[in-house]
């Protein structure tokens, strides 16, 4: 973001509101994923402000939010459609469940306030080749995801 952080947002959320307005007709949403300089609730909820529509969410990122993630669910819950999961320790990716990342915690504070959305796994191998194959991360996502206590996944 440039000094000018409103105007910006103001114009990306222009664009949005024309692409969910020429999505209505198709009876399609437009997602903004929780990313690069859309890592925080406050930029998110300017610019769903902005776009002022109700075709209109967000896919959380919980690796790429930027703030406690009981603060940026309780904000901006009425927009999260999707959740993409990963794990990391510090910047590198890793098994879920196995890095710093509050996974299992987020999933059930998701569940208990009532989320029904979807959930996936983000597992990027081909831009951190030294992961292991999705062949052996996918079922250990699912396990893990089933191992939840409480969970409907």
């Known amino acids: 973001m440039t000094d000018d952080e409103d105007g910006e947002i103001a114009g990306i959320a222009g664009q949005i ?25 406050d930029r998110i909820l300017k610019t769903a402000d902005g776009v002022n529509s109700d075709n209109f969410g967000i896919i959380w990122d919980i690796m790429h939010s930027r703030e406690d993630p009981a603060r ?34 987020i999933v059930r504070m998701l569940e ?14 081909r831009w951190h080749p030294g992961l292991r194959g999705a062949e052996e991360e996918f079922p250990s996502f699912v396990r893990f995801m089933e191992d939840l206590p409480g969970s409907r996944r």
């Open 72 to 105: 940026f669910w309780e904000r901006t819950k009425r927009l999260i459609r999707h959740v993409h999961l990963k794990d990391s320790i510090g910047a590198s990716l890793c098994p879920v469940g196995e890095g710093d990342l509050p996974v299992a915690s």
């Open 17 to 41: 509101r024309a692409l969910c307005e020429e999505a209505r007709e198709y009876r399609v949403g437009i997602l903004l994923e929780v990313h690069g300089d859309f890592n925080t609730s």
């Open 112 to 125: 208990n306030d009532g989320y029904d959305g979807y959930y996936s796994l983000e597992w990027e191998k």
